[in-house]
């Protein structure tokens, strides 16, 4: 692992023959061979051209000319910006709110309230179950509304965000981040990344089932737990950066409709919960009340595993390229921006196995994860 302490920070990790680089200017990642990486670091510490040149003609034989526009084309890379933050109107806080909600979440109790039928359904129905009757104390104040097409968040009448409705999973996010820091008592600044994934449990480690929407990671989450494992989290994974450990998220887990005559067998109270229609992600979904020993556990990620349903397949798992796993996880995820995270990020990845599982079986399929739990493929 190299630090640079200097104008712009840069961590580098080499696997498998190439190297991940990590900019702190824009909070990138990117997959390079590790002469690229080599360069960036010479350059970032402000080495001299000429040095550079010597250093470049040594390990790939480059004429000068060439050098000359290898070295061009890296210092882009320092150079790229992250984009201005968008700036909304003034706003005021609705004097009344038409929806009030409670939530008992760990021994916490959030009451939120929503302005509208809209700034509702983005929330409620993942957290439908933990609701809870009026209470005279409460732990946190959520206030969620909108005005001129933005969404506004506001915990105990301070502004947390606001963001255009067209983009309401950035709210959503947000809203799920202050969620977690607010049950697991850990600031936002202390959580190395927030994964699209399932995580299930066996009570020791985690592993972090990962896909495309609609490839089966949430089913395959609800037949496990319906199978001796616990669910730590779905859609909405996070990590702690000191311990490097996957914590639990409450909420639901969603189920699409095509996986109802899977799971209404095991699970029969979904063939009378409420159906929710997204029409900007083309879904209709049902959620699940996930089931775990408390929902504040948390333990250590053993593997990632690319899942994938596919219909009348033979069950194949096989071991697969880290780097190609690497660049499939991080554009999914938010990874946090810190240094000190993103050296936990790049050294947990590093230890971690990457799996691509396929099948069509659900037995096979469960047998094979509590095989990969065991280490008895």
């Not at 333990?299 to 798992?317: G, M, R």
């Not at 396929?358 to 065991?374: A, G, P, Q």
Request: aromatic share 12%; charged share 25%.
């Amino acid at each position: 692992m190299v630090l640079l302490f200097l104008h712009d920070m840069i961590l580098t990790k080499k696997i498998e023959g190439k190297s991940i680089v990590w900019l702190s200017h824009n909070n990138q990642y990117i997959v390079v061979e590790n002469i690229v990486a080599d360069t960036l670091n010479l350059l970032n510490k402000k080495t001299p051209i000429k040095e550079i040149f010597t250093t470049l003609y040594k390990s790939i034989n480059i004429p000068y000319d060439e050098a000359s526009g290898f070295i061009t084309d890296i210092k882009k890379l320092l150079k790229e910006k992250i984009a201005e933050e968008e700036t909304f109107s003034s706003h005021s806080i609705p004097s009344t709110f038409h929806i009030r909600k409670y939530y008992k979440i760990n021994s916490s109790i959030f009451f939120i309230e929503f302005l509208s039928d809209y700034s509702f359904s983005l929330i409620h129905p993942k957290f439908a179950h933990l609701e809870v009757d009026s209470q005279n104390k409460i732990d946190y104040h959520y206030k969620v509304f909108t005005s001129n097409d933005n969404i506004h968040f506001y915990i105990d009448n301070i502004l947390i965000g606001s963001w255009k409705t067209s983009e309401s999973h950035y709210f959503q996010g947000k809203f799920s981040m202050k969620i977690i820091e607010h049950t697991h008592k850990e600031r936002e600044d202390n959580w190395m990344g927030i994964f699209h994934a399932s995580a299930v449990s066996n009570g020791e480690k985690a592993i972090l089932f990962l896909g495309d929407s609609g490839n089966g990671k949430s089913t395959s989450l609800a037949l496990l737990q319906a199978n001796g494992f616990s669910c730590l989290a779905d859609d909405f994974v996070p990590i702690l950066s000191e311990n490097k450990e996957v914590y639990s998220f409450s909420s639901a887990i969603s189920i699409k409709k095509n996986s109802l005559p899977v799971l209404l067998p095991i699970y029969p109270e979904l063939e009378t919960s409420a159906e929710y229609h997204f029409k900007a992600l083309n879904k209709i979904v049902r959620y699940l009340p996930p089931k775990n020993s408390g929902s504040k556990q948390h333990q250590p990620c053993k593997t990632l595993v690319f899942i994938k349903y596919k219909a009348e397949s033979d069950l194949k798992i096989t071991e697969i390229s880290k780097l190609d796993a690497f660049q499939q996880l991080v554009p999914d995820s938010w990874l946090s921006a810190r240094t000190e995270n993103a050296t936990s990020f790049l050294d947990w990845f590093d230890n971690l196995s990457c799996y691509k599982l396929t099948y069509s079986d659900n037995e096979k399929m469960i047998t094979t994860v509590k095989k990969l739990f065991t280490d008895d493929l």
